[in-house]
């Protein structure tokens, strides 16, 4: 069997559990023809026990309309906010510091995040993760 021919391939940052046919979901995929009721119950699906999290999804679209759900990791910002009860990061992070990461949290986010991360050194995950957080005007121990 000859594979589908891929008509395009999408990114899109829902949350968990709770995508809707509103935008930015249904303009993204009614362009190219997908049946958005289709997409938002197979991703409701797949995401349902990650609720209220940020969920990256790739998505594949193929010529014949039908589509492949890729899900990622949440964003690292997502992830260091989570550990840290925050809502947001800092407004001048070389100024308010809002929080402070511990060494076992960095690696936590740094493992969990380590499948989408362009990287298979456990180290240069850590180095990413504290850029983040230092951007986020979250000190790192």
């Given at each position: ?38 997409f ?49 990061g ?42 983040t ?9």
């Open positions: 069997m000859a594979s589908k021919k891929i008509k395009t391939i999408l990114k899109l940052n829902l949350m968990g559990g709770s995508a809707t046919p509103a935008p930015p979901t249904g303009p993204a995929l009614g362009q190219h023809g997908v049946p958005i009721m289709d938002v119950n197979k991703y409701n699906e797949l995401t349902k026990d990650q609720r209220g999290e940020s969920i990256p999804a790739q998505v594949t679209i193929y010529e014949d309309r039908s589509f492949d759900i890729e899900l990622k990791t949440a964003p690292v910002a997502d992830l260091i906010k989570q550990a840290l009860k925050l809502k947001k800092s407004a001048e992070p070389n100024k308010d510091k809002v929080g402070t990461l511990t060494k076992e949290q960095v690696t936590q986010i740094a493992e969990k995040k380590m499948p989408d991360l362009n990287t298979n050194d456990l180290n240069q995950a850590i180095k990413i993760i504290q850029g957080a230092r951007s986020m005007g979250i000190t790192t121990k």
